[in-house]
């Protein structure tokens, strides 16, 4: 199985502030890499897939990169709605596997 | 607009059984792989099953494999995962989740259903 690690399991930023969360594959898994967000008590939202390319209606402050086993999820400009924890999961093979999730706090 | 709606949680015994329900609206169902993703409490993600278009083709997490079963209702646009040999480990927020494209990755979840395996 692929194991995906996330890093840091959680940050406190400020609005405004550029935010970057890390996401490693113990495996290569190409550009088969997906993110998502979730808020306390609500279903996931999906962010991403293919490592970079943002689902319809998903803001541009998101921005995806990597390929392989190393892969970031970078917030442009916090704002207090954002405050979530996100999730990054592989699909390169089965079984499809989701990172530990980094929850992302507002100072 | 996508709509994802799921069913049939509850309370059950360990060793119980239980059927979850996904109703799906806003798009043409039968063209769209499928997917079970559960959530234990204070917990990430984890993928549960899929299934392909027809129903034809169906994958398991090992930890559910002979004890969940997902299928498919293409005419009533519905999603099922008949969950037996049920253990207090498989509680949780079960959500079913729409495939993108032909990635084995999601774009649309529904609200979540929650499972609740105690004595």
């Known amino acids: 199985d692929i194991q995906m690690t996330q890093s840091p399991s959680s940050l406190s930023a400020s609005v405004g502030d550029r935010v970057t969360i890390s996401c490693r594959a113990s495996?290569?898994?190409?550009?088969?890499l997906a993110w998502f967000q979730q808020k306390p008590g609500k279903a996931p939202k999906s962010l991403m897939h293919s490592a970079s390319n943002l689902h319809i209606g998903v803001p541009s402050k998101f921005s995806g990169s990597g390929y392989g086993t190393d892969f970031t999820l970078t917030i442009s400009s916090l704002q207090p709605e954002d405050s979530a924890t996100y999730y990054c999961q592989q699909y390169a093979s089965y079984p499809l596997t989701f990172g530990g999730g980094t929850k992302v706090e507002i100072k | 607009e996508v709509q994802l709606v799921e069913s049939g949680g509850g309370l059950v015994q360990p060793g119980g059984s239980l059927r979850l329900s996904c109703a799906a609206s806003g798009f043409t169902f039968s063209n769209y792989w499928m997917y079970w993703v559960r959530q234990a409490p204070g917990k990430g993600l984890e993928w549960v099953a899929n299934i392909n278009q027809d129903g034809s083709l169906e994958k398991y997490v090992d930890s559910v494999k002979g004890r969940f079963t997902i299928s498919r209702d293409n005419v009533k646009n519905s999603l099922f995962l008949q969950m037996s040999s049920l253990r207090v480990d498989d509680t949780g927020v079960f959500y079913c989740?729409?495939?993108?494209?032909?990635?084995?990755?999601?774009?649309?979840w529904g609200q979540g259903t929650l499972v609740t395996v105690s004595s």
């Open positions: 989740a729409r495939g993108y494209g032909g990635y084995a990755t999601f774009d649309n």
């Open positions: 495996q290569g898994v190409r550009n088969s």
